[in-house]
């Protein structure tokens, strides 16, 4: 049982790159979230999604996309990098029934 | 707006003493209450849940309630260098989204 996976666990991006961070669970939860943490600054919620097909923005959506085609997988999506976006990002999934996150290793990610 | 206040510490405390890490929220319709550590470099695991007021203990840990104050508290007994992280208290409400706090750091020294 892996929990949530997520890659890479590491990435130098250049202005105006794009990317895909990579997130996917086998436990079956209907829940998911992407999160950054900025040092200091707690966690701040990106996008989540309650199940396939439907996906919600959170605190900080912009810069940033989603899809959801299936229960396993949230993919996040970074359109033209920018240094604000240099952060450390987090997903994490949650069962329906209201259970605590289970979070991926994360992936470091900088913007020169 | 919801919030979730910690104090940021450091909170140091010598090895084998009892940590107490405390946490207040704002939304009296708070439901939820976990407690995750979070190593340096590393993402957070959640060590603790607690639903109805009271206490919940888990080995070393009690995570404490108390709604009518808004107020949830995580005990560490005997505390060892090894419980030297970053604890985040998170609330949740009627939705699926719980707000976390921005954290305590706890120091355990020899």
């Known amino acids: 049982n892996a929990g949530v996976t997520q890659t890479p666990k590491f990435r130098i991006l250049k202005i105006g790159q794009s990317m895909t961070l990579q997130c996917a669970q086998d436990m079956n939860h209907n829940y998911m979230y992407w999160y950054r943490q900025d040092p200091g600054m707690g966690l701040k919620l990106i996008y989540y999604?309650?199940?396939?097909?439907?996906?919600d923005k959170g605190e900080v959506p912009n810069g940033y996309n989603v899809s959801r085609s299936t229960t396993e997988d949230f993919p996040l999506r970074l359109e033209l990098a920018a240094p604000s976006q240099t952060s450390v990002y987090f997903c994490?999934?949650?069962?329906?029934?209201?259970?605590?996150?289970?979070f991926g290793s994360g992936t470091r990610l900088t913007v020169v | 707006q919801k919030e979730v206040e910690q104090n940021s510490g450091p909170l140091s405390v010598p090895e084998g003493a009892i940590a107490s890490l405390n946490c207040t929220y704002s939304d009296r319709g708070s439901q939820s209450f976990f407690w995750y550590r979070q190593y340096s470099g590393k993402s957070p695991e959640l060590i603790m849940s607690i639903y109805s007021n009271g206490d919940k203990e888990d080995g070393r840990f009690t995570a404490q309630l108390n709604k009518a104050s808004q107020y949830v508290s995580l005990l560490i007994r005997d505390s060892q260098p090894s419980d030297s992280a970053t604890y985040l208290c998170?609330?949740?409400?009627?939705?699926?989204?719980?707000?976390f706090g921005r954290g305590t750091s706890l120091i355990v020294h020899p």
């Open positions: 999604s309650v199940g396939a097909g439907i996906t």
């Open positions: 998170a609330v949740k409400g009627g939705s699926y989204i719980p707000t």
């Open positions: 994490a999934s949650s069962p329906p029934t209201g259970g605590g996150y289970t």
